[in-house]
């Protein structure tokens, strides 16, 4: 048995709040593992006034139910990796590179990731051709296959947010340590953000990380 690839092409979907010529930034928010685009971006409403806000959905979709009703999607599993990375890269960046094509020059660029978009939206801002000025990563595990030398050199102008819940059951406080300490040996500028609640956005902490 021999493995092959071919590439080819598939439309991606994603949902956006604000109105890209009026913008002066632009957010990406990348969802976690289950979810769809349009209802993560549901948690950003009320935030778009002078911004676009736009949600990828991952280009991987599956049952969550037995019924077969309730619909959610992925960026990725561990099958295929590589190209699974790949792919995710080359999407994100075309969809960045489209959505600035209908802003003003220069408009800045942040990405948020939660939960399993957190290892996503490292992946991207740190692999990908697309910088972000500001990083929040909410609830997740950075990737281990980035080194401090890549942090180093594509997070030097970036600020790094990084977000906790305190009643967190599936994220423990052991990785928002580690994340701190991959930081700091890198030497990236970031700030910690912790909330009394669980695997969740919290309404009143993204409004103020998102506005600010």
Known sequence: MQEHHITVPRTARYHTLGVPRDAREVWIVLHGYGHLARYFLRHFEGAEQGRLIVAPEG????YLD????????????????EHEIADQLTYLDALATSILGECQANT??????FSQGVATAC???VLGNTR???????GGSMPP????????????TTLVELVHGEQDTIVPASVLAQSEAKLRQAGVHHR??????????DKLLLQRLITA
């Open 59 to 62: 280009l991987n979709r599956y």
């Open 66 to 81: 037995e019924g077969h009703t309730r619909v959610g999607a992925t960026w990725m599993t561990r099958e295929d990796r």
């Open 108 to 113: 800045a660029v942040h990405v948020l990731g």
């Open 123 to 125: 992946r991207w801002t």
């Open 132 to 138: 972000a000025a500001r990083l929040v990563l909410w």
């Open 145 to 156: 296959d980035l080194d401090s030398a890549s942090l180093a050199a594509r997070w030097s």
């Open 192 to 201: 910690t953000h912790r909330f009394d609640g669980g695997h969740a956005l």
